[in-house]
């Protein structure tokens, strides 16, 4: 790349489940929140990056048009991007790609969701499948991780005990992070006596409805060393598709319904461009979109911090929670707060605030390599950025 | 960071919603692969399309292999019965769900190469779920029963479980 892109600053709104502001008041508070934690104004700003997911759950459509101006990016080239959950994840790559290749010198990405407008989330989700071979089926978003978890725990890769930890963990390290949405803390028990979504998923083990906002404000290494601020540099990135019918993955993949080739393609991208050989030992944090336990489980071997089969050891050797030598999700990730089309952009926005030093309370102690990913479409786009300190 | 401004407000649970809803009737253009399929359940046959290329079979069949990327118009029956490659048992409703509980699964017809999803009907289950069904484990054996009066929609059939040894 041309240029080094570099994150100069966070916002984020707290995540609820009806949050009381109007939608165009929560991307602004986003975005001049990040916007001041850069210590920029909007006139610094050449561009705007908006990540949002399926219309229907805001059900105004075309919100781009709607939120425009409270991005900030009248007079300014906009764009909008969409790869469902992994909306967020995109538009912070599209952004470092376009600093990098000389495009625009400082953007301004902002994520939004907000997923508890709509009276039923399910029902929305059944309109992301095949209109013709899967929606008579009403799969959801639960029911297709269910097939996922279920065929996990049938091949042996994880039990419910280290779901329910996993859970325990992320709601646990919520705690730390004032605009997490769901802080709690629970022992196995009580995951595993809560209410049955679809086997093997309980209450427990999933996100909860958030709404929310998050922007990042991303520039130039050379501008970034200008503004004084710590950064945190953009040295990795890596993306990969996968095919739309989950049924035709499973052919691909030796281990079936719960294989995530996609996102072992982009960890693989991303670390090759940041040279990272020994993801385990070179990676200090990792904040990964994972919505549901055994999708964090499973793709710890996917990028790289297991073996192939041996993900669950990372769970029973705590090696994964908040004093563990690679912690996943200080912040709580996505199942704690899940405002899907910001969420990808959280994970990238906590990464950078690890690699910068300021994540507050969920703060890993020396912190200087981090990586984001995003996963969207049930398992079929990924993204994975390695961000680190800024010398 | 900045204090979050937004903690106060966010207590308050009076917020103020309007109602509103979406209701766009749509017809969906399902085009000759699929038009076939249903064609061939109304004749007791379940149809892949083949890729020339790889020999690739993919049930629901479908115009094009996303591998090898070309064009597909072979299409050819695959067997009646099948190996299950994942499923579960809906616990919760929701919005057009149907009444629970219920399974459904991605099974993987012998001579496919890919698996396609359908609710297994039949399948022995007590009010409380602690466990995956045996009959739903994967590897486990499925048979495809057929509607009584196919409609050209996916409910026109739906999975059975058969004996361990079928």
Redesign the interface.
Known sequence: MKHQPTVIGV????Y?S????STPALVQ?AAS?AL??AGYDIGDIDAVVFASAPD?FE?VHEPDRWLADALGAVGKPMLRIHTGGATGGSAAVAAAASIGAGQYESILVVGLQRTG?A??A??IF?TIFD??????????V??SV??????A???GRLTVEQMARVSIKNFGNALRN??AHLRKELTVDEVLAS??????IRRWNACPRSDGAAAVVMTTAERAADTKRPGAVVTGIGAAAD?Y????R??EQGD??SGRRALEWASAGAYRQAGITCPREELDVVEMYAPFPHTEILSYEAIGLAEAGKSAELVDEGAVEFDGDIPVCPSGGCQASNPIGASGLVRFAEAALQAMG?A?DHQIDGAQRALATATGGINQFFTCVVLEGAK | MSKSGDDMSAKDSQTLRFPGEWRIEYGYTIGREAAAFFDGIRRHEMLGSRCDACQQVAVPPKSFCERCFVKVTDLVPVELVGTIAAATVVTQGFEGSPPVPYSVAYATLDGATSATANYVRDVPMGEEISALPPELAPGRRVAVQFADEPQGRLSDFWFVPLSEDA
Request: proline fraction near 8%; glycine fraction near 6%.
């Open positions: 916002g984020q709104t707290d609820r009806h949050h009381p502001d508070t929140r001041a934690h229907v059900g407008e009276k039923d399910q029902q059944t209109p013709v071979f899967e929606q008579d089926v009403q799969l959801t639960i029911t269910a097939m996922q978890a279920a065929a725990l049938e091949q004032p605009h209410p049955m979504l679809a086997w093997p095919v019918r989950l049924g035709e499973i052919v079936k319904m300021e507050g």
